[in-house]
């Protein structure tokens, strides 16, 4: 599968977890993240996971900031995205199967990296189930593009 990973500063510890997870896993990552705990803007690496995740370039997208809910509230202005600010594994679960989220959020401060790797668990083995969730998708509003 193809993933594509961003972070900011404040995501950099969890953006290692994720890659590794990600690579022992077989997945192809496209990295869009920061390389440095350095401070940097972390929309300008979000809207290219986002992208990504809306022209068909990757499967799904991968963010970490400090909480999370940058990331998450950036991505989530992208038309097609269904961004989730996952910080345990039930929400990432239910997440991917009654919100079809195609980009998971992590909160890089709060989650400790056997969280981390547990999140990613629920998030990649779930699938959408459709049906009543489907129609409830079809009425999100599309957003206007940044």
């Not at 961004?83 to 401060?109: F, K, Q, T, V, Y």
């Amino acid at each position: 599968m193809k993933v594509a990973v961003g972070n900011d500063h404040a995501g950099y510890r969890i953006r290692q977890v994720v890659l590794e997870w990600l690579m022992e896993r077989g997945h192809e990552v496209l990295d869009f993240g920061s390389a440095s705990p350095e401070s940097v803007d972390y929309p300008d690496h979000v809207h290219p996971v986002a992208e990504a995740v809306k022209r068909g370039d990757a499967e799904v997208g991968i963010l970490v900031c400090g909480t999370g809910q940058g990331v998450s509230m950036t991505a989530n202005k992208h038309q097609e995205i269904r961004a989730a600010l996952c910080w345990i594994p039930e929400i990432a679960s239910l997440s991917r199967s009654h919100n079809d989220a195609n980009i998971l959020c992590l909160p890089g401060r709060y989650v400790e990296e056997n969280v981390a790797k547990d999140i990613l668990d629920a998030f990649f083995s779930t699938e959408f189930e459709g049906g009543r969730h489907e129609r409830r998708i079809r009425k999100l509003p599309v957003p206007s593009r940044p």
